[in-house]
């Protein structure tokens, strides 16, 4: 069977302009979040990925109609059957575990494929399960491939999440908003996505007070109806883009972005010693080597985001000293290290922590084991000398909208191949 590739003949210097487009992470809870409500909902804003058209088709399996239409969604949830999700649209798609939350807080029942996504190691769905056990549901998870979870009633409770999670504290906001009484969420996450989603649901009538917060309250309503929402922009899209024009970029414009979200990757960028400049919705980046070596920690928000972690480290390549890149939230998350190393980098990781040397990169063929590692591996093609040959670019596509084309758009010398 025919795979594609994506192919980079590094050394090119980009420059132009960017438009950022919605938040993947975002777009991932709201569209299960749609199925809460009992009138027509319309999500503008979505990035045109194969996450986003994963859910969409979730969403029909349970007999509601949709139309999607480039980057709007519309949701008619009138005709709602209650349907086991089958398993290999879930297995694909890590997010959709937000289907339990939003199923479970519409009919108080819901049988699901146990969910896939990207192999970064243990990422238990523990707080979920312990956060829908709170608020009284029963889970049966006898079976190998999927979960049954049933509640007699969802009543509000105090639940105080072991870990910040942004998926168990999106998920029992989901199953919450409908729950007889008041839930309060201790310890939440505060990433911007969460504040989306809380906006979101408060759209549909729901009454969330300290979304980006860590103590979240929602007092439960007996129905919600439909709404207008816009998908905040994508930081990590967003600063995906930003590494890109740092290690190869003469003056790359980047539109429709949040300063406030994009911070945490600017000041580790001006740290370099990158040329940037944030104004209100568009950040201006131009390449100005050698850097200086930095060390980076990822942390829950509003500290340095997991998902940055790998497209920045190609960047530390060009720098002068010796750099640290420590992984706190996902410490497997370094699979892009092997395949640096197949293209001449001076990295190696240990304990959750990557050394990084200066390093010429050279083309080589590499896998892209995870949808950033994926984007690590194009900024690295793009600096490389020679050709480079991305397999398993499935990854990349579930998070970035048009990619190729976008890139070449800016002028480098990239395509894509069936082999």
């Given at each position: 069977m025919a795979q594609e590739v994506i192919k980079i003949r590094g050394g090119q210097t980009l420059s132009g302009t960017v438009n950022n487009h919605g938040a993947k992470n975002s777009a991932v809870a709201i569209i299960p979040a749609a199925i809460?409500?009992?009138?027509?909902?319309?999500?503008?804003?979505?990035?045109?990925?194969?996450?986003?058209?994963?859910?969409?088709?979730?969403?029909?399996?349970?007999?509601?109609?949709?139309?999607?239409?480039?980057?709007?969604?519309?949701?008619?949830?009138?005709?709602?059957?209650?349907?086991?999700?089958?398993?290999?649209?879930?297995?694909?798609?890590?997010?959709?575990?937000?289907?339990?939350?939003?199923?479970?807080?519409?009919?108080n029942k819901c049988v699901i494929g146990l969910p896939g996504g990207c192999p970064l190691g243990p990422r238990p769905i523990d707080q979920h399960i312990k956060g829908f056990k709170a608020l009284g549901a029963e889970i049966d998870e006898s079976s190998d491939t999927s979960m049954k979870l049933v509640a007699d009633k969802l009543v509000g409770a105090n639940i105080f999440l072991d870990i910040?999670?942004?998926?168990?504290?999106?998920?029992?906001?989901?199953?919450?908003?409908?729950?007889?009484?008041?839930?309060?969420?201790?310890?939440?996450?505060?990433?911007p996505e969460v504040v989306d989603v809380a906006a979101f649901l408060s759209s549909l009538g729901a009454d969330i007070k300290g979304a980006g917060t860590s103590t979240i309250k929602i007092n439960g309503v007996s129905k919600l109806h439909g709404s207008n929402h816009q998908v905040i922009p994508d930081r990590i899209e967003a600063g995906t883009y930003m590494c890109i024009a740092a290690a190869c970029g003469d003056d790359i414009k980047?539109?429709?972005?949040?300063?406030?979200?994009?911070?945490?990757?600017?000041?580790?960028?001006?740290?370099?010693?990158?040329?940037?400049?944030?104004?209100?919705?568009?950040?201006?980046?131009?390449?100005?080597?050698?850097?200086?070596?930095?060390?980076?920690?990822?942390l829950v928000y509003p500290g340095f985001a997991t998902d940055l972690q790998q497209p920045i480290t190609?960047?530390?390549?060009?720098?002068?000293?010796?750099?640290?890149?420590?992984?706190t939230i996902y410490p497997a998350r370094f699979r892009h290290v092997e395949e640096l190393q197949k293209m001449g980098a001076n990295i190696h990781s240990a304990d959750g922590t990557a050394t990084i040397k200066p390093s010429?990169?050279?083309?080589?063929?590499?896998?892209?084991?995870?949808?950033?590692?994926?984007?690590?591996?194009?900024?690295?093609?793009?600096?490389?000398?020679?050709?480079?040959?991305?397999y398993n670019v499935k990854h990349i596509y579930r998070g970035y909208t048009n990619i190729v084309k976008t890139l070449s758009a800016l002028g480098a010398d990239i395509w894509t191949e069936e082999i």
């Open positions: 809460l409500a009992e009138d027509t909902v319309t999500i503008s804003g979505l990035p045109e990925i194969s996450d986003v058209n994963t859910l969409v088709s979730l969403l029909g399996d349970l007999n509601i109609n949709t139309t999607l239409e480039g980057s709007t969604l519309n949701v008619d949830p009138k005709s709602i059957e209650n349907a086991p999700l089958p398993n290999n649209k879930v297995e694909s798609l890590r997010a959709s575990y937000y289907m339990m939350g939003a199923m479970l807080g519409r009919f910040v999670s942004v998926g168990a504290t999106i998920n029992i906001m989901l199953a919450a908003v409908r729950a007889e009484g008041q839930t309060i969420i201790e310890n939440a996450a505060k990433e980047l539109n429709n972005i949040i300063p406030t979200h994009i911070e945490p990757l600017a000041v580790k960028m001006k740290e370099l010693g990158v040329d940037i400049q944030v104004d209100d919705d568009s950040v201006s980046i131009k390449r100005n080597t050698p850097y200086k070596s930095v060390d980076i920690k990822t190609p960047l530390l390549f060009l720098t002068e000293g010796v750099s640290f890149v420590t992984e010429q990169l050279k083309g080589a063929e590499v896998y892209a084991s995870d949808l950033r590692a994926g984007a690590c591996l194009i900024v690295a093609g793009l600096l490389a000398e020679g050709v480079t040959t991305i």
